[in-house]
């Protein structure tokens, strides 16, 4: 059995605030740890060191990739706040910093509804049976053991650059679990929010698309279950592209989102 996003996210600590962990190998994307991946790591320093239980925002900053191995993660309260607190973090390896992230910490209530929804994007209604899941390796023939470990599948309307056909939308729909349906978590969401492949495949095939920047929200506590993802890119210009993300558990409800900035090469 396949280890649990919550063995392979686990970090110790070895003094107040500083923690140790290992960034696993079956967790990279072309050798290279997924960003999300390492903002959960982030996101269970920031909680085991503040004084709330939840991540509900995170904004990180990538460096450079730690290689699989050994990690320190080190966290620092800024602020302690009766409803939210603020957490700054940083990852290191071999004393170099890899990911540095401001996280707001707060406590999520399983008995909220939405107010208003009206501003978000249709989720979409393509069963989970009837999406095609994705495998190791990248029509540019690169290795991608992370979805080794995990269940990710895109719609078939989404899906044309498996076939070397892709659509020009820059849009991809489907679904995710974790190894052994193991249920979302607020840490895990941070995972989620990453966990697609770039939007820019249904533009035009590239190899690795690094985040430089990833900002987060964890909207609300996910039902048990998969969840349903749609990770749209909306700008590539100067060699960037920002991509948004939105993450609906089973029930429907947004129950996270993202932004993010990454480098890539087309044309």
């Known amino acids: 059995m396949d280890p649990s996003f919550a063995t392979v996210s686990a970090l110790t600590e070895?003094?107040?605030?500083c923690f140790d962990g290992l960034v696993d190998e079956e967790w990279t994307i072309g050798g290279k740890p997924n960003g999300g991946y390492l903002l959960a790591m982030l996101g269970r320093a920031a909680t085991a060191?503040?004084?709330?239980p939840h991540v509900i925002a995170a904004s990180a900053t990538y460096l450079r990739p730690p290689d699989p191995g050994p990690v320190v993660v080190a966290a620092e309260?800024?602020?302690a706040g009766r409803?939210?607190?603020?957490?700054?973090?940083?990852l290191l390896q071999d004393g170099?910093?890899?990911?540095?992230?401001?996280?707001?910490?707060?406590?999520?209530?399983?008995?909220?509804?939405?107010?208003?929804?009206?501003?978000?994007?249709?989720?979409g209604d393509e069963p989970q049976g009837d999406c095609v899941r994705i495998p190791g390796l990248t029509p540019t023939g690169v290795?991608?053991?992370?979805?080794?470990?995990?269940?990710?599948?895109?719609?078939?309307?989404?899906?044309?650059?498996?076939?070397?056909?892709?659509?020009?939308?820059?849009?991809?729909r489907g679904w995710l679990a974790l190894p052994g349906d193991e249920p979302f978590d607020p840490i895990s969401l941070l995972f989620a929010v990453d966990a697609f492949p770039p939007a820019t495949f249904e533009i035009e095939p590239t190899g690795w698309v690094p985040t430089l920047e990833l900002t987060a929200y964890v909207r609300a506590l996910p039902a048990p279950g998969p969840l349903?993802?749609?990770?749209?890119?909306?700008?590539?210009?100067?060699?960037?592209?920002?991509?948004?993300?939105?993450?609906w558990d089973?029930?429907?409800?947004?129950?996270?989102?993202?932004?993010?900035?990454?480098g890539i090469r087309l044309g």
């Open 14 to 17: 070895r003094t107040p605030g």
């Open 49 to 52: 060191t503040g004084p709330h």
């Open 77 to 79: 309260v800024l602020r």
């Open 83 to 90: 409803s939210a607190s603020q957490v700054r973090a940083r």
């Open 96 to 123: 170099q910093p890899c990911v540095e992230a401001l996280l707001t910490t707060s406590t999520l209530s399983p008995d909220t509804a939405p107010y208003w929804t009206a501003g978000l994007p249709d989720p």
């Open 143 to 172: 290795h991608v053991a992370i979805m080794d470990q995990v269940d990710l599948r895109i719609t078939p309307a989404t899906l044309g650059f498996g076939q070397g056909r892709p659509s020009g939308r820059g849009e991809l």
């Open 228 to 247: 349903r993802v749609l990770q749209r890119a909306q700008l590539v210009d100067a060699q960037r592209v920002d991509e948004a993300c939105f993450v």
């Open 250 to 262: 089973t029930t429907g409800r947004l129950v996270a989102q993202a932004t993010q900035l990454a």
